[in-house]
Nanobody, 129 residues
Framework: QLQLVESGGGLVQPGGSLRLSCAASGFTLDGHTIGWFRQAPGKEREGVSCISSGGGSTNYADSVKGRFTISRDNAKNTVYLQMNSLKPEDTAIYYC??????????????????????WGQGTQVTVSS
C-alpha cells in the first residue's frame, strides 16, 4: 500500500520549534518532488515549502522564509520540515505531498496543489501560549 505519513506536530509556544517528518511506505520518494502544504481553519490550503527530487532546489512561501527549512533523506525515504520561531499564525494542519513530471514553476513556485498526486493525512501544529 502506497502511503505518506506525517508526524512531529504538536502544541508549541510562540518562538518554539518543531520538526515535521514525511515518511513514505510502499514506494520510494527518490525521484519525487515533495511539497509541504498547510491549511488553517476557515482558510484555503497554502503551499509552505518544496524540495526537488535530488534535494538541490528548495523554495518557501514568503511567510515562512528564514524560519522553516526543508530537507530530505532519500536513504530513509523521509522528508523533513524544520520549523523555528513559530508564530500563532503558523497554526494549521500540515500535509506533505509528492509529484513527478511537472515543472518546478508549477510545483514549487506556484505551489499548484493539483499537480501533487499523493498526500498524507496531515499533522496538527498548534502555536499558542
Amino acid at each position: 500500500q502506497l502511503q505518506l505519513v506525517e508526524s512531529g506536530g504538536g502544541l508549541v509556544q510562540p518562538g518554539g520549534s518543531l520538526r515535521l517528518s514525511c515518511a513514505a511506505s510502499g514506494f520510494t520518494l527518490d525521484g519525487h518532488t515533495i511539497g509541504w502544504f498547510r491549511q488553517a481553519p476557515g482558510k484555503e490550503r497554502e503551499g509552505v515549502s518544496c524540495i526537488s527530487s535530488g534535494g538541490g532546489s528548495t523554495n518557501y512561501a514568503d511567510s515562512v522564509k528564514g524560519r522553516f527549512t526543508i530537507s530530505r533523506d532519500n536513504a530513509k525515504n523521509t522528508v523533513y520540515l524544520q520549523m523555528n520561531s513559530l508564530k500563532p499564525e503558523d497554526t494549521a494542519i500540515y500535509y506533505c505531498a509528492t509529484a513527478q513530471g511537472s515543472l518546478w514553476l508549477s510545483l514549487c513556485v506556484r505551489f499548484s496543489a493539483n499537480k501533487f498526486r499523493s498526500w498524507g493525512q496531515g499533522t496538527q501544529v498548534t502555536v499558542s501560549s
